[in-house]
């Protein structure tokens, strides 16, 4: 069993900044990767950014230059930096592990607003 909390979700401007974290724990050396996913209303959830093992990452095309994922090993956690936010940014986020087993945590607003 892998547990995921996550917080660092907000309000921000157009512009802004926030940074997200997802603390892991549990049977955390069976984790192969962990990502961060997005759901606006009326859309389906969407994988934004991801990091594996070996700590190769991948990104939504949407989000490519302005987001970073990052961990902290010591901390069994994960990071989102999300700068430049966009309106269309705006959504419940879920932390994400993959232990074979898809694991959520209980996910965190992010609304970008004026």
């Known amino acids: 069993q892998v547990q995921l909390v996550e917080s660092g979700g907000g309000l921000v401007q157009p512009g802004g900044s926030l940074r997200l974290s997802c603390a892991a724990s549990g049977s955390i050396s069976s984790i192969y990767a962990m990502g961060w996913y997005r759901q606006a209303p009326g859309k389906q959830r969407e994988l934004v950014a991801g990091i594996i093992i070996d700590g190769r990452t991948n990104y939504a095309d949407s989000v490519k230059g302005r987001f970073t994922i990052s961990r902290d090993n010591a901390k069994n956690t994960v990071y989102l930096q999300m700068n430049s936010l966009k309106l269309e940014d705006t959504a419940v986020y879920y932390c994400?592990?993959?232990?074979?087993?898809?694991?959520w945590g209980q996910g965190t607003q992010v609304t970008v607003s004026s």
């Open positions: 994400n592990a993959d232990a074979v087993v898809d694991y």
